[in-house]
């Protein structure tokens, strides 16, 4: 899955959108760090149209504009929640990786790390 139909579909995720309303929801989602261009938006839109992860919702004129509402459908949900999955445990084996790598660089005889999480009453555990 692309990053841009990864970020279409969380945009989705918890109601129909229009394509501005998507962009908007994108840009807010990765904090700025994503921003589609409209044409790459609606291309997004037509290949998962066509593969069955979203729909036309409905239709409405403002402003004397037409504006195309889209939602997930259940195969939508199951490959955004598949591939929020496959994400989390590819960050979770880079950051295994990077521990063991800051381990096995360590010189010998070095002091160990202190512990960074907080315990009860805001003391170190």
């Given amino acids: 899955?692309?990053?841009a139909a990864f970020f279409v579909l969380t945009a989705l995720a918890d109601q129909p959108r229009h394509?501005?309303?998507?962009l908007r929801e994108i840009a807010e989602l990765s904090d700025g760090e994503v921003q589609l261009r409209v044409g790459t938006l609606y291309g997004v839109?037509?290949?998962l149209t066509a593969d069955g992860l979203?729909?036309?919702?409905r239709e409405e004129v403002q402003q004397g504009r037409l504006r195309r509402y889209y939602r997930l459908t259940d195969d939508g949900v199951a490959a955004l929640d598949a591939e929020a999955e496959r994400m989390a445990a590819g960050?979770?084996?880079a950051k295994?990786?990077?521990a063991e790598g800051r381990r096995a660089a360590k010189p010998?005889?070095?002091?160990p790390e202190p512990p960074t999480a907080p315990g009860l009453a805001g003391g170190l555990a």
């Fill in 96 to 98: 295994r990786r990077i």
């Fill in 19 to 22: 394509g501005y309303g998507i």
């Fill in 91 to 93: 960050a979770g084996a």
């Fill in 54 to 57: 979203i729909v036309l919702d």
């Fill in 45 to 47: 839109l037509d290949r």
């Fill in 1 to 3: 899955m692309t990053p």
């Fill in 108 to 111: 010998a005889g070095a002091a």
